[in-house]
């Protein structure tokens, strides 16, 4: 059918001019248009960058371009522009996708590059991501997994950086990177300060036992970004969860960890949680319960280790 889209791939057009020829809003990421049936689907990675995730872009195999939905505060919603991408094809709409580049020349309006025309995936048309709003608030997003029809223009710069769904849960070994401080030079910020005492405290441990460990990536299904655990001891086989603090929240959050690391590790390892001091005792009796180690830095006299009762046949 005659749409009379006349845009040919590659091209530049800006919002104002695809908004008289072809309807559609001028501002929004995603905007269905009531004078042709299209939605119009507006990708810029350098807003999702500023929050520190970007899903945007093409898969390694350049079968898919992956979308992240809209919806800026909280968790995103199947609404709106989100909708209008999931039902396109019921609604009679085709799927347009522009990339920003540059600015239109004499404004300080962003200029967009036409990649072409796409339709959602028939068996898995979306996915479900983490990432920051602009509160800085962990919440998850539509990663929506959009299919080319016909010719699409495909460029180097416009890869995703998180590259499309895993099929299958892959769990790897991985060489142990070197905890040291200077790794994180960020100042100020809760979690970089965390994360630099979790990785001396890991540094220390290592020393004190003289021994090499390794660390397991685990890539889930139906996800694209892998967790990196903390400490494995390969001999022993025995995972470590590293906390910066003993306080009941990081003790919790530590085991739900570890709980969830283990159901990909074949064999499944045992479980030790390790920590910058001794915690109290009721925290060492929930990970007595819990079947997991506590293992905890003693001022002056290294580790101490605190095992839970060995299980009854």
């Given amino acids: 059918m005659n749409d009379g889209w006349d845009i040919p791939i590659g091209a530049l057009l800006g919002r104002e001019e695809r908004m008289a020829r072809y309807g559609g809003a001028k501002y929004g990421g995603i905007e269905p248009s009531g004078k042709s049936p299209n939605v119009f689907v507006y990708s810029d990675p350098s807003r999702g960058e500023a929050f520190g995730y970007n899903f945007d872009g ?17 968790p995103q919603q199947m609404r709106d522009g989100n909708r ?19 600015l239109i020349l004499g ?14 995936d028939r068996e ?9 709003d602009e509160l800085h608030e962990l919440r998850t997003v539509f990663v929506f997994r959009l299919r080319p029809l016909g010719k699409t223009l495909q460029r180097n710069a416009d890869q995703s950086s998180s590259g499309d769904v895993r099929i299958i849960t892959e769990a790897v070994l991985s060489p142990l990177e070197a905890y040291v401080s200077r790794t994180f030079e960020s100042p100020g910020t809760p ?54 603090t003993a306080t009941r929240e990081t003790v919790r959050q530590g085991v739900g960890q570890l709980l969830d690391y283990r159901r990909h590790i074949t064999p499944k390892p045992s479980l030790a949680l390790l920590l910058p001091h001794r915690p109290s005792n009721d925290l060492i009796d929930f990970l007595r319960d819990v079947g997991i180690s506590c293992v905890f830095e003693e001022p002056g006299a290294g580790f101490s280790r605190i095992n839970p009762p060995a299980r009854q046949p």
């Fill in 84 to 102: 209008s991408i999931l039902e396109h094809r019921t609604k009679g709409r085709a799927l347009r996708l522009f990339i920003a580049e540059g």
């Fill in 191 to 244: 979690a970089t300060t965390a994360v630099r005492r979790e990785s001396e405290l890991c540094a220390r441990y290592i020393s004190y036992l003289g021994r090499p460990f390794q660390r397991w990536k685990i890539t889930p299904a139906g996800e694209t970004r892998s967790l990196l655990t903390d400490l494995y001891d390969q001999q022993g086989n025995e995972l470590y969860e590293a906390k910066g």
């Fill in 124 to 132: 898995q048309p979306y996915f479900l991501e983490e990432a920051p």
């Fill in 58 to 74: 093409w898969s390694p195999d350049g079968t898919v371009f992956l979308y992240t939905g809209e919806g800026r505060v909280g």
């Fill in 107 to 120: 404004t300080a309006q962003k200029n967009h590059r036409y990649i072409g025309k796409f339709e959602v």
